[in-house]
């Protein structure tokens, strides 16, 4: 009897793997983006006040930021492989320790650390250089934009799962219930993985430090980094300061949540678009686009009256161009280094892009205490967000 050939359709492995990144970035920045239900029941369960819970939750911020481009690094000396296992590992052990962590010291090291460090090595760029070279450049670009709506996704269907298991579970139970999810995700990083060589192996290792001084002393790699600093800018006032300045301008706390809402939502598309775009045009066109509209629809805002209409219309435009530059800046950064160096160099990038935030959020707070308004971290944003569409004009997208 002869033995039956099973091959798998190249349609249906390009879902598979487009699904399974899909599925690996939800969970990770899913979980990252709903520390804050569990605050409450940690202080309950762990007997520790809300300010040390509250700057355990920012060191993880940061180091969330930090680990991105050293886990890029630990791609490139092992494999991208090792690294989204690592990560899957150290958040599975994060969540199951932060029940048990009654002292802040404890506390710190499994929430502060260990599950940040986690959601680190599941960044966008090590999924994407996982993925890019099984899927090719062109159809990397246009997936690559479901895979960052797909962190809003996760979000959304973490919220309430959270919500109802920490009603009847408690903390404890939450959390081994988050982990179950991390567990199955461990064979399904090796199926995206598969058929990698180990960097040594493949005789493939990088010196990591010139690695890193000849990409900075490449003008486009340069220009993308200052351009993602500015959107790490746009996003932490949305993030921080929009939801409370809708409810200035007189509109109730259920419609500034709806808004709100609604931008979330519009991200998704946005991202989804943005992928879509940048797999048939120059991505530093859709980058210079998107900084470009940004500046000139918030300007319009800031002159229109502030009606539930205009507001609404804002939220949306907002969550079109808002996560919608994580594509093009990852694809450049991929055409021009390659998809080995990506995790690394789109990692230092998103570094760049946490620095902005920081900035934003900061100076954001001293224009409103002084001035009782938000125009003038807006006017900082416009003048930021002209600039970067004017330098992605001059990005070279070919290889180093």
Not at 72 to 91: E, P, S, Y
Not at 128 to 138: I, K, S, Y
Not at 247 to 272: E, K, R, V, W
Request: positive net charge; proline residues 3%; charged residues 10%.
């Amino acid at each position: 009897m002869k033995k039956i050939k099973t091959v798998t359709s190249p349609t249906f492995q390009i879902f598979a793997i487009a699904a399974t990144a899909c599925l690996l970035y939800a969970v990770s920045a899913g979980l990252r983006s709903n520390y804050g239900l569990l605050i409450e029941a940690i202080l309950k369960n762990n007997n520790i006040n809300y300010s040390s819970v509250s700057f355990i939750l920012a060191a993880g911020q940061l180091v969330f930021g930090i680990t991105q481009p050293v886990f890029g690094v630990i791609a490139l000396k092992k494999t991208n492989r090792f690294v989204l296992i690592t990560g899957l590992m150290l958040m599975i052990t994060g969540s199951l320790l932060t029940p048990l962590s009654k002292s802040g010291v404890l506390l710190f090291l499994s929430l502060g650390i260990i599950l940040p460090a986690g959601t680190g090595a599941i960044s966008f760029g090590v999924i994407m250089g996982t993925v890019t070279p099984r899927l090719g450049r062109q159809k990397a670009a246009t997936i690559s934009g479901i895979v960052s709506a797909s962190s809003g996704i996760g979000s959304t269907v973490l919220s309430p799962i959270i919500q109802n298991t920490l009603a009847q579970s408690g903390l404890m139970g939450t959390m081994f219930i988050l982990s179950l999810p991390m567990l199955l995700l461990v064979p399904l990083s090796l199926y995206i993985a598969h058929g990698e060589q180990d960097s040594a192996q493949n005789g493939n290792t990088i010196p990591i430090f010139q690695m890193i001084q000849e990409a900075f002393q490449n003008p486009s790699y340069r220009f993308i980094s200052i351009g993602f600093f500015t959107c790490g800018f746009h996003m932490a006032i949305i993030e921080t300061h929009v939801y409370s300045q809708f409810i200035s301008y007189g509109i109730s706390n259920q419609l500034a949540a709806l808004a709100f809402s609604i931008y979330g939502l519009a991200t998704m598309f946005g991202c989804i678009i943005s992928g879509i775009v940048s797999a048939k045009l120059k991505m530093k066109w859709v980058l210079s686009f998107l900084y470009g509209f940004r500046a000139l629809f918030i300007m319009a805002f800031l002159f229109l009256p502030k009606t539930l209409i205009t507001v609404f219309a804002f939220a949306i435009l907002l969550g079109l161009s808002s996560a919608a530059t994580v594509t093009p800046t990852s694809g450049i950064t991929e055409k021009m280094f390659g998809a080995a160096r990506l995790a690394t160099l789109f990692g230092i990038c998103f570094f760049m892009h946490q620095i902005g935030s920081f900035f934003s959020a900061w100076f954001g707070g001293i224009c409103v205490e002084k001035t009782g308004s938000y125009t003038m971290i807006w006017i900082a944003d416009i003048a930021l967000c002209f600039f970067a569409s004017v330098i992605c004009t001059r990005i070279d997208e070919r290889r180093n």
